[in-house]
């Protein structure tokens, strides 16, 4: 299972930090067409705010896999040890019946609705761009999934009880 996690994580990253990559060069491309040949760049416009939009979503969907995203714990931090891992497992299960008919089925029917328009400067799919929330859906699934099996795990261990205690270091 970590296997998985670790090709996931490396993947999702490997394409975010390739997007950002470029991002930073085709935006440093259209500022330098803009202010010193005064003759802005409409492609790039355009590779940049599709690269920002996929960018933007993988990441979320990475940051959700490894744990990190904001969350709300004034209710959650009350709680500790086997109550809390409960309170982690249903709130896995929350994000999935949200993410399947939201991002999958939802995101999979808009980029199938945009497929055959095309974008204004690159006459690409605008549907391509859509494309990332099902991809992105399909991922914080997998990662939900782990997460779960991961909290059963705890919730089976010796060290149960210390789940959600916080320590300061």
Known sequence: MQGLRKLLDK???FICVTLFIEMTIVGTY??????????????SEEIVTYSFTWLS??????????????????FSSKFTGHKRVLMDIFSEIMV???AIPLLIY???????????????SLGVSVGLMYAVLPISG??????S?????????????????????????
């Open 106 to 120: 939802g995101g999979y029917l808009m980029a199938q609705e945009n497929m055959t328009q095309e974008t204004a």
């Open 96 to 98: 999935m019946v949200v």
């Open 57 to 74: 979503i993988l990441g979320a969907a990475y940051v959700f896999g490894r744990r990190a995203h904001l969350c709300m714990t004034f």
């Open 138 to 143: 399909a991922v914080i699934c997998v990662y």
């Open 11 to 13: 993947t999702i990253m």
């Open 145 to 169: 999934i782990m997460n779960i099996l991961d909290l059963f795990r705890v919730l089976r261990s010796s060290d149960v009880d210390r789940y959600g205690v916080m320590t300061s270091d």
């Open 30 to 43: 259209q500022i330098v067409t803009r202010y010193f040949f005064n003759s802005p760049s409409t492609v």
